[in-house]
């Protein structure tokens, strides 16, 4: 079963605009969500964690249980954003990953 | 500090074949974990190895094995190959084990892209 699901394979913005990254999650326990992301030649790396509560190069993400959401964004998109994003959901003994939205800035 | 590294970076191996792939954490890590990246799935869970033994394991055959050496040194086997085993094998290591309500960031290597023909 799905556990993580991100719906946009693709999502371009324009510079300046507020840009949103869907992530929905299916897990009948207290889960810890996760945003990843990797920059073009780059390796995979930790961008936020939920449990922390923090904003990460003003990207912010609110877990939403109600929802079964941990949707990523940021107010004003930036070109160097531009990545793929992939969200996670830790259960205690596995990471699950969704399969990535790929975020294009557009000058 | 020098991050994750992993060998071989490219790998060829023929179905039936056997392959070992290897993974070196950043210093003081004592934490591996593998993961499959394929266009299809996407990123998936293997296994965990700290101290030496395997903490956890995702949802893969057993032809899927691996290990962890005293230095944290961690390799992965995946015997008798079949065609879906092409993909990027990323390893990752932490200074703690993987636990819930533990902060604890995952440092990811390179990858090994692994083609079977």
């Known amino acids: 079963a799905q556990r993580v699901t991100q719906p946009e394979k693709l999502l371009s913005v324009f510079k300046g605009a507020p840009v949103e990254l869907k992530c929905n999650y299916s897990y009948s326990g207290s889960p810890e969500l996760f945003w990843y992301v990797q920059y073009s030649r780059q390796r995979l790396q930790l961008l936020l964690r939920h449990i922390s509560r923090e904003s990460i190069k003003g990207f912010t993400a609110d877990l939403n249980k109600g929802e079964t959401s941990f949707h990523l964004k940021k107010p004003f998109a930036q070109e160097e954003d531009s990545a793929m994003y992939y969200c996670a959901l830790f259960t205690g003994n596995q990471f699950y990953f969704g399969t990535g939205t790929s975020l294009t800035v557009i000058p | 500090k020098a991050g994750v590294t992993q060998t071989p970076r490219y790998l060829i191996k023929t179905r039936g074949q056997q392959v070992t792939l290897s993974c070196s954490p950043i210093?003081?890590?004592?934490?591996v974990s593998w993961y499959q990246q394929t266009p299809g799935q996407g990123l998936q869970f293997l296994f965990e190895y700290f101290s030496e033994t395997q903490r956890n394991k995702g949802n893969f055959p057993g032809r899927f094995s691996g290990r962890q050496f005293s230095n944290s040194r961690s390799e992965m086997n995946v015997s008798t190959l079949e065609l879906g085993d092409s993909a990027l094998y990323l390893c990752a290591s932490s200074l703690f084990p993987l636990l819930a309500g533990v902060v604890n960031e995952q440092f990811f290597g390179p990858g090994t892209r692994l083609t079977v023909l």
């Open positions: 210093s003081g890590h004592r934490s």
